[in-house]
């Protein structure tokens, strides 16, 4: 019996601390991916309150993380070169969300509770090797219900796992645990466990854009609109029960180009063939900004309150963006909603920071 109490007592003590208070400071968050082949001392790291450094993996056989040996060398100096510029930088390791992520593995690592062990120690190992403060995942797109239930059990146990290593390891803080998410909980297959990242992570960031697409409409349209669209996902997290200091909000330094039918006919709505300029349309906010420079200073850049966003067209192309504008108002709608933060995806597509300044 005594046994017992000493394990339940454990058990409280560890969940007690699962979550440390933290000054509730709004989070200015971006993501910095290595396939993008931008130099990590090219950062400006004094935009930002936290990176993530992105892409780990995870082995298809053992679960535990892998890193290609040229993400490794990377990653080993990531959170020292972006401390040279902003010496209070938070740095997390992310997870997934790399350009081909095999997610039938990740579903395999969260269904089994030795893969899950194995998954979340070489996590925390690896976090500590090279100096991360904190992990988040990447997996944002469940491929069935029964992943969405695993991820729920998987935030737990990991959230128990780092709890114990900051209590055995008193000269570390406990790991900051996050998630990149969906922007609705309703919009993947089986809803998100709401209870287990409440209770287990820290924050969550949330995917703010990627409403439409070229190829998906015969119209040209707002990819990322914060009314009719972000705002409702918000209101449906907080709805169901997440607090709004738990949400993230996110800011696409892209958008996407469509084909017009003719080039007068060049508003939000007008008939639209499909893509422009590559096979989806995807354009990063730094190769439009210089699409538009290179036909000159006159090309107007129009800005729309309804949707909150911007949009200009050159010929038959159309772009659908945020400019600074648009962030400003994302930015001022998230401090009203009183939300932990934004986060720039990806730093890497930024110009000049122009939008994570504006942020």
Same mark, same amino acid.
Request: proline residues 4%; neutral net charge.
């Given at each position: 019996?005594?046994?017992?109490?000493?394990?339940?007592?454990?058990?409280?003590?560890?969940?007690?601390?699962?979550?440390?208070?933290?000054?509730?400071?709004?989070?200015?968050?971006?993501?910095?991916? $290595?396939?993008?082949?931008? /130099?990590?001392? +090219?950062?400006?790291?004094?935009?930002?309150?936290?990176?993530?450094?992105?892409?780990?993996?995870?082995?298809?056989?053992?679960?535990?993380?892998?890193?290609?040996?040229?993400?490794?060398?990377?990653? $080993?100096?990531?959170?020292?070169?972006?401390?040279?510029?902003?010496?209070?930088?938070?740095?997390?390791?992310?997870?997934?969300?790399?350009?081909?992520?095999?997610?039938?593995?990740?579903?395999?690592?969260?269904?089994?509770?030795?893969?899950?062990?194995?998954?979340?120690?070489?996590?925390?190992?690896?976090?500590?090797?090279?100096?991360?403060?904190?992990?988040?995942?990447?997996?944002?797109?469940?491929?069935? $219900?029964?992943?969405?239930?695993?991820?729920?059990?998987?935030?737990?146990?990991?959230?128990?796992?780092?709890?114990?290593?900051?209590?055995?390891?008193?000269?570390?803080?406990?790991?900051?645990?996050?998630?990149?998410?969906?922007?609705?909980?309703? $919009?993947?297959?089986?809803?998100?466990?709401?209870?287990?990242?409440?209770?287990?992570?820290?924050?969550?960031?949330?995917?703010?854009?990627?409403?439409?697409?070229?190829?998906?409409?015969?119209?040209?349209?707002?990819?990322? %609109?914060?009314? /009719?669209?972000?705002?409702?996902?918000?209101?449906?997290?907080?709805?169901?029960?997440?607090?709004?200091?738990?949400?993230?909000?996110?800011?696409?330094?892209?958008?996407?180009?469509?084909?017009?039918?003719?080039?007068?006919?060049?508003?939000?709505?007008?008939? %639209?063939?499909?893509?422009?300029?590559?096979?989806?349309?995807?354009?990063?906010?730094?190769?439009?900004?210089?699409?538009?420079?290179?036909?000159?200073?006159?090309?107007?850049?129009?800005?729309?309150?309804?949707?909150?966003?911007?949009?200009?067209?050159?010929?038959?192309?159309?772009?659908?963006?945020?400019?600074?504008?648009?962030?400003?108002?994302?930015?001022?709608?998230?401090?009203?909603?009183?939300?932990?933060?934004?986060?720039?995806?990806?730093?890497?597509?930024?110009? +000049?920071?122009?939008?994570?300044? %504006?942020?």
């Amino acid at each position: 019996m005594a046994s017992k109490i000493i394990v339940l007592v454990l058990h409280i003590c560890i969940f007690s601390e699962s979550l440390p208070t933290r000054a509730q400071t709004l989070i200015r968050a971006g993501y910095w991916d $290595s396939g993008d082949e931008f /130099f990590i001392s +090219d950062v400006n790291s004094a935009l930002f309150t936290h990176l993530m450094c992105g892409f780990a993996d995870v082995n298809s056989t053992s679960y535990e993380l892998s890193l290609s040996p040229s993400d490794e060398k990377q990653f $080993s100096n990531f959170t020292d070169t972006v401390k040279k510029k902003n010496p209070s930088i938070t740095t997390l390791l992310s997870i997934g969300g790399g350009k081909n992520p095999n997610y039938s593995t990740y579903s395999s690592m969260a269904s089994n509770p030795s893969s899950r062990k194995s998954f979340i120690d070489s996590s925390i190992k690896i976090a500590r090797l090279y100096g991360f403060q904190g992990l988040d995942l990447s997996w944002s797109w469940a491929n069935t $219900s029964w992943d969405n239930y695993n991820i729920g059990i998987l935030f737990k146990e990991w959230r128990a796992a780092v709890a114990l290593e900051a209590r055995n390891n008193s000269s570390q803080s406990q790991l900051i645990l996050t998630a990149r998410v969906a922007y609705s909980p309703y $919009s993947t297959i089986g809803a998100y466990s709401i209870d287990s990242i409440r209770q287990y992570l820290n924050w969550v960031h949330v995917i703010t854009a990627e409403y439409s697409r070229p190829m998906w409409t015969n119209h040209t349209s707002a990819p990322a %609109a914060l009314v /009719f669209n972000t705002e409702y996902g918000i209101t449906a997290w907080t709805d169901e029960g997440l607090s709004a200091d738990k949400l993230v909000l996110g800011l696409p330094c892209y958008g996407y180009a469509w084909t017009l039918v003719k080039p007068e006919d060049n508003g939000i709505g007008a008939a %639209a063939t499909g893509p422009a300029l590559s096979d989806i349309g995807f354009v990063t906010y730094k190769e439009i900004k210089n699409y538009i420079k290179s036909y000159g200073p006159n090309v107007p850049v129009m800005y729309n309150s309804t949707y909150v966003m911007n949009y200009c067209s050159i010929g038959k192309i159309w772009f659908g963006f945020d400019d600074v504008e648009a962030v400003r108002m994302k930015v001022a709608y998230a401090k009203e909603k009183k939300l932990r933060g934004y986060f720039v995806w990806k730093v890497a597509y930024d110009h +000049d920071w122009m939008l994570s300044q %504006a942020a």
